[in-house]
C-alpha cells in the first residue's frame, strides 16, 4: 500500500507560480511512477503531467507543456509539480498518484492523494 497527501494548493492570480507537493508513505515509492491529474468543476478527471520511477522520463499534457514541470526526490519520498504562468483554466482540483509505469491515462494508477484545490483568479 501507498499513501498520498498532497500540498500546496491554494488561492493565486493569473501568471503567478505554485509548488504542489505529493509525499508518499507506506512502500517505497521509488519503485512507482508518480502522476499528477486535475479535475475542474463539472469535468472530468484530466492527465497533467507523469514521471519515471527515476525520474528520467517525464510526460506533459499539451495545455501545460513549458509551464508546469514535474520533478521528484526518492530520498524524501516525493513528488513536485511546479507550476508557473498559472491561468484561470488551470483552476482544478489537483490529484497526485502513483502507478507500476507512467501514463496519460488514468487507469493504471492504484493509489490516488485526496487532492488539493488550485484556484487561479483575478
Known amino acids: 500500500q501507498v499513501q498520498l497527501v498532497e500540498s500546496g494548493g491554494g488561492l493565486v492570480q493569473p501568471g503567478d507560480s505554485l509548488r504542489l507537493s505529493c509525499a508518499a508513505s507506506g512502500r517505497t515509492f521509488s519503485i512507482y511512477s508518480g502522476g499528477w491529474f486535475r479535475q475542474a468543476p463539472g469535468k472530468e478527471r484530466e492527465f497533467v503531467a507523469a514521471i519515471a520511477a527515476s525520474g528520467t522520463g517525464t510526460y506533459y499534457a499539451d495545455s501545460v507543456k513549458g509551464r508546469f514541470t514535474i520533478s521528484r526526490d526518492n530520498a524524501k519520498n516525493t513528488v513536485y509539480l511546479q507550476m508557473t504562468s498559472l491561468k484561470p483554466e488551470d483552476t482544478a482540483v489537483y490529484y497526485c498518484?502513483?502507478?507500476?509505469?507512467?501514463?496519460?491515462?488514468?487507469?493504471?494508477?492504484?493509489?490516488w492523494g485526496q487532492g488539493t484545490q488550485v484556484t487561479v483568479s483575478s
Open positions: 498518484a502513483a502507478s507500476n509505469f507512467p501514463s496519460t491515462w488514468a487507469g493504471p494508477y492504484g493509489y
